[in-house]
């Protein structure tokens, strides 16, 4: 991104400063109609990054060129056409009324000036997957067999792109989300990193997790699930925590590919840590009908175990190897913890209004004032009025990228739905899995994972859900477990290889390979995986059911993740050898994955063999042998 020379910055400043101020007061006092509010989201968000995203690496990297300008009006006029023609529009019959040819043009505008800032500023991946989208549309009529389609005159294609509000495109249902809830969490999210929550949550997790074996990686592990809460991103949550966790997990002995797969797997687990959780679960509540706090409790227990994992496995790699403690020079007192403690209340303020079934974007636009008001209880904490302005330019900053991504997604979205492949590729997966639910399942995580390589959470979340929640549904399962399912493969791949940003990010932290890291933090959010066929097969782990139930599918789960973990280090209570590793590993993974078993059976598993080994273990010190 672009450090801009001159009066531009403060300009480019301020619009993004109040287009987020804007989008916090219609969160707290209403929202006009939902084209007029789409079209000014858009508006506010994709010019601007013509400006601040250079076009090449060899652009200039302190002010926008001539052309960029013109990219900048081009991506304006077709927002500023359907914010002023609102009404006009929101009137339209879809596919009925005439689409002139001053709205075909005003679409052409849209989708390239769209592709292009995709391109800049999210992922070129996605961009070719609207191309590609589109092309379908155009072409698919040509196609032999199950991938045919009918023939699209130019005008439906525009018109199923750009401007279809009720279906999808880029003014669909998804932009309308983005407009209104998630802006309001993204902007509640930058006023808790601007309030010093961010030194809470680094404080919290040095002095949490500091003093014990491996201390730098189980705060990397802390710290990076409660920073998750706040920055919706991955990528980003690797940058600002691993900064600083990555070179203190080296210090004591880590190796950097490890130390990087660690960061960016407590990394990509920020999406899955309620209370907020990122744009996909907000997404996922708009999608299903289901009430965001009604997730956030579905996803709680999946999110613990996924936490427990990784501190887990960093526990048995840091005894493995010897690693010591971070130094008590670095740990701060709990009274420097305590200092910041106040700034919590908005978070719990938050929780209650999610739990008393408020709207997600009131609540967030409350706890939003608890924050600045809060703030002003102590000096350190305080937010003055540029600390405020800063917040609202990084809520923008962080926006702008996602406006598009989703206007992308929901092209694409779009496009599936108009042409039937939606149905179709459904079907060649159910096909494939021949009635098996559980190969549809790893059908669909495998397709998910792929997705995931090049696009974002949120826009793969959406199109792997209208692909494969349907086929899911139509095997029995459930509405919400079938999305979360779809939803924790989104968020994994992220850190699964061949292609994984958040592992990346790390790599470069850390000086590793990055195809080596993204294999660490596989192994290390190894949790995310079993979860998700848990959500399936063992509604316990949602808290449905009664408190039996939900403690059995717990516990199955717990079990089956030390048997891996310590499978997979090579250490339970003292370091096991490769036999011990191979019992440990097929027992955890039958626990976690045969269900065919009962849950009582899968956990006798489980402990039957930690038992075994810790057995072992015990035996082989009076001995001084290893398991």
């Known amino acids: 991104m672009r450090t801009l020379r001159g009066p531009l910055g403060p300009v480019l400043t301020g619009w993004l400063a109040l287009a987020s101020a804007v989008h916090l007061y219609f969160a707290g006092f209403g929202f006009p109609e939902p084209i007029a509010m789409r079209g000014f989201h858009l508006l506010a968000f994709v010019p601007p990054i013509f400006l601040l995203w250079p076009a090449r690496a060899a652009s200039p990297q302190d002010r926008p060129t001539a052309v960029d300008w013109l990219w900048f009006a081009a991506a304006a006029a077709p927002h500023i056409w359907v914010w002023w023609n609102a009404g006009a529009v929101s009137d ?43 092309a379908y549309m155009q072409f698919g009529h040509l196609l032999p067999g199950v991938l045919n389609t009918r023939v699209f005159t130019p005008a439906e294609i525009l018109e199923a792109s750009w401007l279809v509000p009720t279906a999808g495109g880029v003014y669909g249902p998804l932009t309308g989300i983005v407009a209104t809830t998630i802006a309001a969490f993204i902007v509640f999210g930058s006023f808790m990193a601007g309030s010093g929550t961010g030194r809470l949550f680094s404080n919290l997790g040095a ?75 907000f997404v996922m509540a708009e999608i299903t009908n289901i009430a965001y706090g009604e997730i956030v409790v579905a996803a709680a227990i999946g999110a613990v175990l996924y936490y427990f994992a990784i501190l887990t496995a960093v526990h048995f790699e840091a005894k493995r190897r010897g690693m010591e403690a971070m130094a008590a020079a670095d740990i701060p007192p709990w009274r420097e913890v305590l200092a910041d403690a106040h700034l919590l209340l908005p978070m719990a303020l938050l929780v209650y209004l999610m739990m008393e079934r408020w709207s997600g974007n009131y609540a967030a636009f409350c706890a939003t004032l608890a924050m600045v008001a809060v703030s ?252």
Do not use: C
Request: aromatic fraction near 6%.
């Open 92 to 134: 339209r019959m879809e596919y009925v009324d005439p689409f002139s040819p001053t709205m075909m043009a005003l679409a052409v505008l849209a989708i390239v000036t769209l592709l292009e800032a995709t391109r800049r500023a999210v992922e070129p991946g996605l961009a070719w997957m609207v191309v590609v989208s589109i």
């Open 207 to 281: 002095a949490a997790a500091g003093r014990f074996a491996g201390g730098p990686a189980k705060v990397a592990v802390v710290t990076s699930g409660l920073f998750g809460t706040m920055s919706g991103s991955s990528v980003s949550n690797v940058i600002t925590t691993g900064a600083m966790t990555i070179p203190l997990m080296k210090r004591i002995g880590y190796k950097p590919a490890v130390a990087g797969g660690i960061e960016s797997a407590a990394s990509v687990g920020g999406a899955l840590m309620p209370p907020v959780m990122g744009a996909a679960a």
């Open 376 to 627: 002003m209880l102590r000096r350190r904490t305080r937010m003055s009025p540029r600390a405020i302005l800063d917040s609202l330019v990084s809520a923008g900053l962080t926006m702008a990228p996602l406006a598009v991504a989703i206007a992308g997604a929901g092209i694409v979205v779009s496009a599936l739905t108009a042409t039937g492949m939606v149905v179709a590729f459904g079907g060649i997966i159910k096909d494939l899995a021949g009635g098996s639910l559980p190969l549809l399942l790893l059908l669909l995580a495998l397709a998910v994972l792929v997705l995931g390589m090049g696009l974002p959470t949120t826009p793969s979340y959406i199109i792997a859900a209208a692909i494969g929640a349907p086929q899911l549904l139509a095997m029995g399962v459930d509405l919400l477990p079938a999305h979360l399912f779809i939803f924790y493969f989104a968020v994994l791949a992220d850190a699964t290889p061949p292609v994984a940003a958040a592992a990346f990010a790390a790599a470069s932290i850390a000086g590793a390979p990055p195809t080596l890291t993204s294999l660490h933090a596989t192994r290390f959010g190894i949790a995310g995986f079993t979860v998700g066929f848990a959500f399936v097969y063992d509604p316990g782990i949602m808290l449905r059911g009664g408190l039996a139930e939900i403690l059995l599918a717990t516990a199955v789960q717990v079990a089956a993740l030390v048997a891996i973990t310590a499978a997979y280090a090579g250490y339970l209570t003292a370091p096991v050898g490769p036999l011990a590793r191979l019992l440990l590993g097929a027992a955890g993974l039958v626990a976690a994955f045969l269900h065919l078993l009962s849950a009582p059976a899968r956990l006798a598993v489980a402990l039957g063999a930690v038992a075994i080994i810790w057995g072992v273990n015990r035996a082989g010190a009076r001995q001084g042998r290893v398991a």
